[in-house]
């Protein structure tokens, strides 16, 4: 079982910016997914096992960035030029795969999931 904890959600204000961690262990394709009240679970963000290659949202392409350190075992996302209506809960997600694929943004494709964290972004 890969366990996987997320951290770095808060509350900001329109035009800030925030950092989400999620601590691993493995060598798999990671991803960001955020989920709203009463809305599905979206794709943010992808990126291999290598780091090489990023999946993004159109939704977040140029203000989201995705990386991921091996030697601490943590994926991040930087968030910035933050909006309201990227307030949601955010996961984090493994793939037992080092490639994540066209598929990178459905939640069904992950085999492990954290528990989440809240960012709220108020206008």
């Known amino acids: 079982q890969v366990q996987l904890v997320e951290s770095g959600g808060g509350s900001v204000q329109a035009g800030g910016f925030l950092r989400l961690s999620c601590v691993y262990f493995g060598y798999y394709c990671m991803g960001w997914f955020r989920q709203a009240p009463g809305k599905e679970r979206d794709g943010v963000a992808s990126i291999s096992a290598g780091g090489d290659i990023t999946y993004y949202a159109d939704s977040v392409k140029g203000r989201f960035s995705i990386t991921r350190d091996h030697a601490k075992g943590t994926l991040f996302l930087q968030l910035n030029s933050l909006k309201p209506e990227d307030t949601a809960m955010y996961y984090c997600?493994?793939?037992?795969?080092?490639?994540?694929?066209?598929?990178?943004?459905?939640?069904?494709?992950?085999?492990?999931w954290g528990q989440g964290t809240q960012v709220t972004v108020s206008s």
């Open positions: 997600a493994a793939v037992r795969s080092t490639s994540c694929g066209d598929r990178w943004f459905i939640p069904t494709e992950y085999d492990y």
